[in-house]
DNA sequence: ACCTGAACACCGTTCAAGT
DNA sequence: ACCTGAACACCGTTCAAGT
């Protein structure tokens, strides 16, 4: 027998990225080695060098499928809304890739530009604040006030509890050296009306961050418009 | 001869830490490997573990350096004022460290709570927005919405140029796919009055951005007032 | 010309052997 | 009892040897 018709699939780059963001899908980061990956694909780890020059390249690659997935900006009224639904939607992509947010920071910091898909989606995201009437000053720094959040994360280091029973007091030494954490904490139990699980909604946190970002932002707009800007440029 | 007096001072945990802090800012958070940092201190890698557990009770331990480096709030006109010094003094201590971000942002993630300093840093944020009359809920609220800012940082996406020449025209298929980022470019290159060496003043930016959020942390909070403020969600 | 196993220079950490 | 060298199980990547 041995019919032996190709035992894998020929490689290709895709087929490369593709297993890397399922690995990490399925065991993290740390579980994203190129010895690994190869592994995966049944292949020895010298063969990936073929489709990636580096493992560097590798999480560039990896970066572009995971903000490839995030959907073109969908008819809205208004540029708040349109950037409002996309940021959104922008976060769904990343709950499935919870790993990704990291990587895209790490290479963006590493590399002279972001990642290309980055920058196409900077572009269209410029595009909306434009068309929505902002000046080209103003949306420089609607950009820098965006931050990550325009991809849809931020590094939020107020984690409280996580999936944490309701209203579990925190013990008395706790209390002691962090009241106002203790308070807070025990605060938000109380009115756990509309959260059961966790302690704290993050999707109404991230919800009420960027919309109290974009009403600052709308403001600024608004106020640009009626005094006619004086400023440096953008006149 | 020989006089052999103590070739190297004992080791301490403090010195342990002080250490790595000092290896990470020559070298960067890469060159902070638990044999190079033995080495530094004249000893066997192993001696170490008498000291810290392993390498993530290292780096806990240098996140708590750093946040120590904060200076406590000192006195300021209302609540925005103290945070907003407070919160500039902490992003200095990061300009000191650069690598420093990076390595809170993991700790945080990988513990189920910050570390110790930083917890210690939060309440005291936290006592800052009770004091200038915060509800319990809106306290949260802003500790979501200013998230990593609190701590001096954020993870801007948008580095544009970094230490680019001032008016150095993106070449024309740059233009082309990224035709806004090339106009927003353009734009902030010619009215570089106040900023001369990179493209975009990081300072002014962050403060920028900061002060958005807090202007609309602090009109949430007199609508909280003025509203006398109905329960969980405040209608 | 192509492919790939072994090797290199690292890691963090364990563990047993030496004092 | 203490300390530590060698070893283990990894890593990304180079390179020379084999086909």
């Known amino acids: 027998m041995t019919t032996q018709e190709r035992p894998r699939a020929p490689l290709s780059k895709e087929r490369v990225l593709a297993a890397a963001v399922a690995l990490a ?3 993290g980061v740390e579980a994203l080695s190129m010895r690994k990956l ?14 990636v020059r580096n493992k560097d390249e590798l999480l560039d690659g990896v970066v572009d499928a995971v903000v490839g997935e995030i959907d073109p900006p969908d008819g809205g009224a ?7 639904r996309r940021v959104l939607s922008a976060r769904q992509v990343l709950l499935r890739h919870p790993w990704a947010s990291r990587v895209i920071e790490e290479r963006t ?3 002279p530009d972001p990642t290309p898909a980055v920058m196409t989606y900077m572009d269209s995201m410029i ?7 902002f000046s080209i000053d103003l949306t420089h720094h609607a950009m820098h006030v965006m931050g990550s959040r325009l991809l849809g ?10 999936p944490a029973q309701p209203a579990e007091p925190p013990p008395p030494e706790f209390a002691e050296r962090f009241p106002h954490i203790a308070e807070l904490v025990m605060g938000i139990s109380h009115d756990a009306g509309t959260v059961v699980g966790p302690g704290c909604d993050d999707q109404f946190e991230f919800e009420f961050a960027l919309d109290l970002v974009l009403d600052g932002l709308d403001r600024l707009r608004r106020q640009a418009g009626r005094v006619a800007s004086s400023s440096s440029s953008s006149t």
Chains 1, 2 share one sequence.
């Open 25 to 27: 899908d399925a065991g």
């Open 38 to 51: 190869a592994h995966t694909l049944g292949v020895v780890p010298m063969a990936l060098y073929k489709h």
């Open 78 to 84: 208004g540029w708040k809304d349109i950037v409002r």
């Open 109 to 111: 910091r590493a590399r």
């Open 127 to 133: 595009g909306i604040f434009r068309a929505g009437g």
């Open 153 to 162: 994360f931020s590094q939020e280091l107020f984690e409280d509890s996580g």
